[in-house]
T-cell receptor, first 110, second 114 residues
């Protein structure tokens, strides 16, 4: 199973874009990349997922490199409420199992 | 209703006690999960139920016993736990196994074993 590597922490100014990187260099062709976040003392919340194309929804954008070895989650205009731990997850296709990374603690500063 | 509920929110139990955690969803999801999360660590999968049958057991000690009485309800029975079992226990559900199905997590039960 592929593993993910994330920086342990990042700061971002309120209103600016937050770019959270994730390395998944051993990802295989049938494994999806998912992003979740966990605000303190709550359950993880789904943000976005993708296989090889870039994806965008109302919360964020996901940019996956052409070789699929890394990805970046972009929060376009970070707010204080986006302060959370962000997990990059690899999910083998057709399985229930999520392989969580260690997470990036994002702090949005006023 | 897009919510997964868990009860209780907090639980303190002794090592000789028997207790149960409860998880409920009314989204019609057919897969339900138990995760364990230690402080400052990512969630770790414990069990997966698919269509009310146990699909995955991640080599969890037998002092944790899952049960899925129906498609909306998931229990985790606890017996003879150790202090190192103290953690946040998260329940999640998903519509099925397909690659586009995200998991919806509940708020968790914070368990302390004394």
């Amino acid at each position: 199973d592929a593993k993910t590597t994330q920086p342990p922490s990042m700061d971002c100014a309120e209103g600016r874009a937050a770019n959270l990187p994730c390395n998944h260099s051993t990802i295989s062709g049938n494994e999806y990349v998912y992003w979740y976040r966990q605000i303190h003392s709550q359950g993880p919340q789904y943000i976005i997922h993708g296989l090889k194309n870039n994806e965008t929804n109302e919360m964020a954008s996901l940019i996956i490199t052409e070789d699929r070895k890394s990805s970046t989650l972009i929060l376009p205009h970070a707010t204080l409420r986006d302060t959370a731990v962000y997990y990059c997850i690899v999910r083998p296709r057709g399985t229930y199992k999520y392989i969580f990374g260690t997470g990036t603690r994002l702090k949005v500063l006023a | 209703d897009t919510e997964v509920t868990q009860t209780p929110k907090h639980l303190v139990m002794g090592m000789t006690n028997k207790k149960s955690l409860k998880c409920e969803q009314h989204m019609g999801h057919r897969a339900m999960y138990w995760y364990k999360q230690k402080a400052k660590k990512p969630p770790e999968l414990m069990f997966v139920y698919s269509y009310e049958k146990l699909s995955i057991n991640e080599s969890v000690p037998s002092r944790f016993s899952p049960e899925c009485p129906n498609s909306s309800l998931l229990n985790l029975h606890l017996h003879a736990l150790q202090p190192e079992d103290s953690a946040l226990y998260l329940c999640a559900s998903s519509p099925g196994q397909g690659p586009t199905y995200e998991q919806y997590f509940g708020p968790g039960t914070r368990l302390t074993v004394t």
